[in-house]
């Protein structure tokens, strides 16, 4: 690794939502501005500034329980190699430890070899997916969810709650909480694609149903990141014409606070976990 550059390390506020999503853009992911005005008004976002110019980032959420995600580490091309992800990562970790915070992450096959070192610990991976041409039609319909009901459930699966966040998404423009049978999922509006998830069933049968009910009523590219362990529901998805994008790693900085007690078949996204 280069060595690591001197530089101000700032905590930014909810008026660098765009230069935010600059950056991200910039990478080819995925948040719109409503995802960075999130992260800006609730959780601990840190910035590099070139001038006036944002040249880096990293987040950290806090959720309940003594959890938080670190995520949207990013640096513009051009300052990229000089150690300034570390150094953001860094200050994520000690402000995760003046809380109390364990600390998650989902890592890209390069980040996780850089985050190792560090002391984080690999759980699970996921499977990013992505259907570009969903099969439309109009006559299509699905029963809707609460978000008190699909919250409940969450916090099953992540073992702490995030009823900020599932509230927020649920309440934005285009977002849908949807349910046949006993799978639910949660889809809203991305930068260039709409996302799926988190999704719980109790089957693969169920969940691949469920599935390809919602690409029956959207126009928009999906994107869906799938836990990878749940081998028939992936493999389901790729027979359905579903290509896998990238892989991430899951991985823990501290102790495990609390145990779950429901495998989901997707979650929220790797910036959210």
């Known amino acids: 690794m280069a060595d690591i550059e001197p530089v101000a390390i700032v905590e930014l ?4 939502a765009l230069a935010g999503l600059a950056l991200s853009t910039e990478a080819r992911w995925n948040q ?3 995802d ?38 990013l640096v513009t091309e051009r300052w990229r190699r000089r150690g300034i992800a570390t150094r953001l990562v860094d200050a994520c970790l000690d402000a995760a430890r ?7 992450l989902d890592a890209t096959p390069a980040g996780a070899s850089v985050y ?14 992505r ?3 969903p ?19 969450d916090r099953r699966a992540m073992g702490f709650e995030r009823n900020a966040l599932l509230a927020e998404f649920g309440a934005r423009t285009g977002s849908r909480i949807l349910s046949q049978g006993n799978a639910t999922a949660l889809v809203r509006d991305g930068r260039t694609a709409r996302h799926i998830g988190p999704l719980f069933a109790d089957s693969a049968t169920d969940a691949l149903a469920l599935v390809g009910a919602i690409g029956r009523t959207e126009r928009s590219p999906l994107l869906i990141d799938a836990i990878a362990s749940q081998e028939p529901f992936i493999a ?8 896998i994008e990238r892989p991430f790693q899951r991985m823990r900085f501290g102790r495990a606070t609390t145990q779950s007690e429901e495998l989901p078949f997707a979650v929220a996204g790797p910036e959210f976990g």
């Open 236 to 243: 389901g998805l790729t027979g359905a014409g579903w290509n």
């Open 36 to 73: 960075w005005r999130f992260f800006l008004t609730n959780g601990i976002v840190f910035g590099v500034r070139d001038g006036p110019h944002l040249v880096a980032t990293a987040a950290l959420l806090p959720y309940s329980a003594g959890n938080a995600w670190i995520s949207m580490v």
């Open 13 to 16: 506020g909810v008026d660098d």
């Open 32 to 34: 719109n501005e409503a």
């Open 135 to 153: 099969s439309h039609e109009a006559s299509t319909a699905l029963a809707t969810s609460d978000i008190d009901t699909f919250s409940a459930r």
């Open 116 to 129: 190792g070192p560090l002391g984080f610990t690999p759980t699970l991976q996921l499977r990013r997916l």
């Open 98 to 104: 003046q809380r109390g915070l364990t600390t998650w």
């Open 131 to 133: 259907l570009e041409h």
